[in-house]
């Protein structure tokens, strides 16, 4: 039976995949809008606040992977610490969380491409149902064909749309004079109850990044490279955010009601200070391109995590099945790109911009349920070990209570409908989880004991 394919991967083609994951163009292209409007000139604050939190998960998660280096990544981490039945939830949840974001992200790649036919002036009219097509075979195309290919195509993919924002935010702050925001340096106007539920919104900017860790098996030294990738994605991504969001609030002349009633913060930049037009379509292009390639990302992500469900037969073995050219799970790929696709179309009738946040908001529950597992896990296993330093209980501390945090805002204050009704829906679908578990585990034993297995021989192989 055909297997991943081995030590493929350099550390530069696992960084792609994360950062792919990750899409940071789309903060300075929608997602600032939401947290200046909360935080107002303290909205650089809120970035440099939320990536303290993150790179503390991203050094929890790194030390799990460092002693389990398996595509089977939380569902090991998990097992191996406090059980299958919270190894197979976080799998669980990671699904959702993976295909949540694919969903939102193709339409988001929808709304981008008809922004740059708009921006160019063409009248080009395409249906949606036909832009998810196309959109979702090429990126279902890409995965499936090479892991190698798809990575380094979303580092190339990042690496561009992210130099075209940079140039843009480069024009607009040359036009300012290269200030330095004497407002924004004081955080004039801001507050506490302003910046906290700022900073639960500006960790969603990162979900993704811990993506690496599903391709443990298919990395050259796993447990270098995916500890250091998953650490430095947080942090470039990070820098990133803030320096781009400075840039942006500035822009704006700290005016936080029109920075968070924008729908197009970087368009509405351009615009307003008499950039031709074309800056506009240089903005949509890096946007459309990042989110492809996060879409991309994400897909790869979600077929590891369902093909490792397969292995371990939790769902049908067929989603174990990798291609014997390839070496890609292709079922599992399949599956993804089949559903994506499906939820495109038949919930279109919603709009896209509600498609974008209702998916969005869902898979962020499946991230932060990871995230907080993880940050759980650490210190138990690394005590068991006999390893534990202060510094793992702290990090594992100040983990637990950011992705806690995280949680209690999406919740409270309670969201408009229909946003109030997901934290719920996310809890059946985790009970559904459980239901399936032990359905699993009475009916076939062997699974568990699979899993067993693989974890000792890892533990071996780490000796």
């Not at 959702?96 to 992200?105: N, S």
Request: hydrophobic share 55%.
């Amino acid at each position: 039976m055909a297997e991943l394919r081995k030590d493929n991967l350099s550390f530069f083609e696992v960084l792609g995949q994360s950062v792919a994951s990750v899409a940071p163009t789309f903060t300075p292209a929608l997602g600032v809008a939401v947290v200046a409007g909360m935080a107002g000139s303290a909205a650089w604050l809120v970035y440099l606040c939320a990536l303290a939190g993150m790179l503390v998960v991203a050094l929890n998660i790194g030390e799990l992977a460092k002693r389990i280096p398996a595509t089977g990544s939380f569902l090991l981490y998990v097992t191996k610490t406090i059980g299958p039945a919270y190894g197979m939830l976080a799998a669980w949840a990671m699904l959702l969380a993976y295909l949540g974001t694919v969903i939102a992200l193709t339409v988001a790649c929808s709304m981008f491409f008809k922004g740059m036919i708009t921006s160019l002036g063409l009248s080009l009219s395409v249906p949606n149902d036909v832009l998810y097509i196309i959109i979702t075979a090429a990126f279902g195309f890409l995965a499936y064909r090479d892991i190698k290919f798809s990575s380094r195509l979303g580092l190339v993919l990042e690496a561009i749309s992210v130099s075209l924002i940079m140039i843009v935010c480069g024009v607009i702050w040359a036009k300012l004079h290269f200030e330095i925001d004497p407002k924004q340096v004081h955080l004039d106007g801001a507050s506490f109850g302003s910046v906290a539920p700022a900073i639960v919104f500006g960790i969603f900017s990162w979900v993704g990044f811990e993506s690496a860790a599903t391709l443990g098996n298919e990395t050259r030294n796993p447990k270098v490279v995916i500890p250091q990738v998953i650490f430095l994605t947080a942090l470039i991504c990070g820098i990133f955010f803030i320096g781009t969001t400075a840039i942006i609030v500035m822009g704006f002349g700290d005016d936080a009601a029109k920075l968070g009633g924008s729908a197009a913060p970087m368009n509405d930049i351009v615009t307003a200070n008499g950039f031709s037009s074309w800056v506009a379509v240089f903005i949509y292009i890096g946007a459309f391109i990042s989110c492809f390639a996060c879409t991309l990302g994400q897909l790869n992500a979600f077929s590891r995590m369902l093909y490792v469900l397969g292995r371990y037969q939790f769902v049908h073995k067929s989603m174990g099945m990798v291609h014997t050219s390839h070496r890609t799970p292709h079922v599992a790929i399949a599956i993804g790109a089949a559903i994506n696709l499906a939820v495109c179309i038949g919930f279109a009738n919603l709009g896209e911009t509600n498609l974008y946040g209702y998916f969005g908001t869902i898979a962020t529950f499946g991230f932060i349920t990871v995230y907080l597992l993880c940050s759980i896990c650490v210190p138990i296993l690394l005590r068991r070990e006999g390893t534990a330093k202060p510094i793992n209980y702290i990090l594992g501390f100040v983990g637990v209570v950011a992705m806690a945090l995280s949680f209690f805002g999406s919740v409270y204050p309670v969201p408009a409908a229909p946003y109030n009704y997901f934290p719920y829906g996310f809890v059946v679908y985790m009970l559904i989880g459980v239901v399936w578990f032990f359905y699993t585990k009475s009916r076939s034993p062997q699974v568990i004991l699979n899993i067993e297995h693989d974890l000792e021989g890892i533990a071996a192989a780490a000796e």
